[in-house]
């Protein structure tokens, strides 16, 4: 079975250009989340979807950065415009969903690392 | 402070030896522990999941947790090369509509010499 599928693996832009990444989770899995993962530290969750609803994005920068998960299956997170503080790892997870019992196990892609010069 | 704390390391041992690896938090809500394992440029995957207090065991993982100190440990025993990774401490409460939100701890990197 394919795991969480992340693209492109690495990104390095100037600073101010806008950058999107994909995710595609694993199948039948209704629970997406997108963390951010600075060097040395553990991830931040940045968004979170039941299906194709975000119902958690408290941490997302709305100012700058976007996502979308079009038909509750693959999603996309934005920067627009991107800042030298934006380099870091973006890791994409997913799981089954809130009803799949008490561990609903998140799943892990590699991640995007972005180079923002 | 940060609701969950981990030593970052590097901590370096020989191979064989036993590995304690710990985690403190202040959130006393907290009910589901787990640890996950990541390895260089790759995303993290789950090694063991705790619910409440007391130890799990798995092969040659022991995830102990003592919800009275707020203190975790995950112990690898017979430790191997391919051991050499970042473990982070996750954990989540079930006191609100999210299902299993992680707070994750900073990750503490293992190294393990032949």
């Known amino acids: 079975e394919a795991g969480v599928v992340q693209s492109p693996r690495y990104k390095i832009i100037e600073k101010k250009q806008p950058v999107a990444f994909w995710c595609n989770p694993i199948?039948?899995?209704?629970?997406l989340y997108w963390y951010l993962q600075n060097l040395g530290q553990g991830p931040e969750l940045l968004i979170r979807?039941?299906?194709?609803?975000?119902?958690?994005d408290s941490q997302l920068p709305k100012d700058r950065f976007s996502a979308e998960r079009l038909k509750g299956v693959d999603s996309t997170l934005k920067i627009q415009p991107a800042e030298l503080g934006d380099s870091a790892v973006y890791l994409c997870a997913s799981s089954l969903g809130l009803y799949s019992g008490a561990s609903n196990e998140q799943f892990f892609g590699p991640g995007t690392r972005l180079t923002v010069l | 402070q940060k609701e969950v704390e981990q030593d970052p390391g590097p901590l370096s041992v020989p191979e064989g030896a036993i590995v304690s690896l710990n985690c403190t938090y202040s959130n006393s809500a907290f009910q589901y522990f787990m640890w996950y394992r990541q390895y260089s440029r790759k995303g993290p995957e789950l090694l063991m999941y705790t619910y409440s207090s007391g130890n799990k065991e798995d092969g040659r993982f022991t995830a102990q947790v003592d919800k009275s100190s707020k203190y975790i440990s995950l112990f690898i025993r017979d430790s191997q090369p391919s051991d050499s990774a970042t473990y982070l401490c996750?954990?989540?409460?079930?006191?609100?509509?999210?299902?299993?939100?992680?707070?994750f701890g900073g990750g503490t990197r293992l190294m393990v010499k032949p």
């Open positions: 996750a954990m989540s409460h079930p006191n609100n509509n999210a299902g299993n939100m992680l707070t």
């Open positions: 199948s039948g899995h209704n629970t």
């Open positions: 979807y039941e299906n194709e609803e975000a119902v958690d």
